[in-house]
């Protein structure tokens, strides 16, 4: 796809396709999208987990309580490992939040890509996660779920509400 219908078309899909598996081969570019994507020194301080067993699926959905979510045909949590982010010169701040953020819309693009919907989910319970998945809080830190799936087939897109550039851009 055309990178500017890319951005234009990408929208948080809340209501996946549940009857439409994702291939492996999209999933598999989905997920190196992650790996390729840039970070503070290169440092790639984070992990990605792909749930997939019945189990640890039903615990996501303790974690994030959303109908929404339920429909999703594939689920990853990214997880940031703390003290493999790259420390910034203040000593008070590191990359580890910028970094997984680059990651995780990677793949949303990639996903939008292959014509496949994803929604971004911070408002989970990170430690009903952490516990649930044996972290160590502070230590390896849950970021974010992706909830991945095809959009329905008679889904369009919801329009589009933004600021305008020139509330978001000044030339200074
Ligand atoms: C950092 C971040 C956190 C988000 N957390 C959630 C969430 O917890 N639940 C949800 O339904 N959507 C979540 N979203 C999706 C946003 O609500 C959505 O991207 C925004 O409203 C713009 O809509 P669009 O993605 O359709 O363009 C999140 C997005 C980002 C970037």
Redo the contacts with the bound molecule.
């Keep these: 796809m055309d990178f500017r219908d890319l951005v234009m078309e ?5 209501q996946c396709d549940t009857t439409r598996e994702i291939p492996e081969e999209d999933m598999q570019l989905i997920l190196d999208a992650a790996v390729q994507a840039p970070t503070a020194c290169n440092n790639q301080p984070f992990r990605i987990y792909r749930i997939r067993s019945r189990e640890m699926r039903e615990r996501a959905e303790q974690w ?1 309580n ?1 109908a ?2 339920r429909t999703a045909r594939e689920v990853l949590l990214i997880v940031g490992e703390d003290a493999a982010a790259y420390v910034y010169p203040d000593k008070e701040n590191n990359s580890l939040y910028t970094d997984t ?1 680059i990651a ?2 990677y793949m ?1 693009l990639q996903a939008e890509d292959l014509g496949i919907g994803s ?6 319970d990170r430690p009903l996660c952490a516990r649930d998945m044996g972290l160590e809080m502070g230590r390896e830190t849950p970021v ?2 992706l909830a991945l799936g095809y959009p329905l087939p008679d889904a369009t ?2 329009t ?3 600021k305008s550039m020139g509330d978001l851009v000044k030339t200074i």
């Design positions: 990408r929208y948080s899909v809340r994030y959303r929404h979510f953020a995780i819309a949303q929604v971004w989910i911070n408002a989970f974010a779920l897109r919801p589009r509400k933004r």
